[in-house]
């Protein structure tokens, strides 16, 4: 049988990804910026339209 590669498995778990919010104070589409690990927000998020701030550790699930 052929060698299984697990080495990258823990780099590709700890990956950020970017992901655009609407803003859940003023709706503007795409307006927070959020960078998301594990379906949390990794860092604080804040709409470039009114400066409204989705704090680091907010789950997705509440702002969809």
């Not at 590669?5 to 307006?31: S, T, Y």
């Amino acid at each position: 049988m052929g060698k299984i590669e697990f080495a990258n498995c823990q780099d590709v778990r700890n990956q950020k990804r970017i992901q655009e919010l609407d803003c859940p104070h003023c709706h503007e589409p795409g307006g927070i910026e959020a960078f998301v690990k594990d379906g949390i927000l990794a860092e604080d998020g804040v709409c470039d339209n009114c400066g409204y701030i989705l704090p680091e550790g907010t789950e997705l699930e509440e702002v969809e």
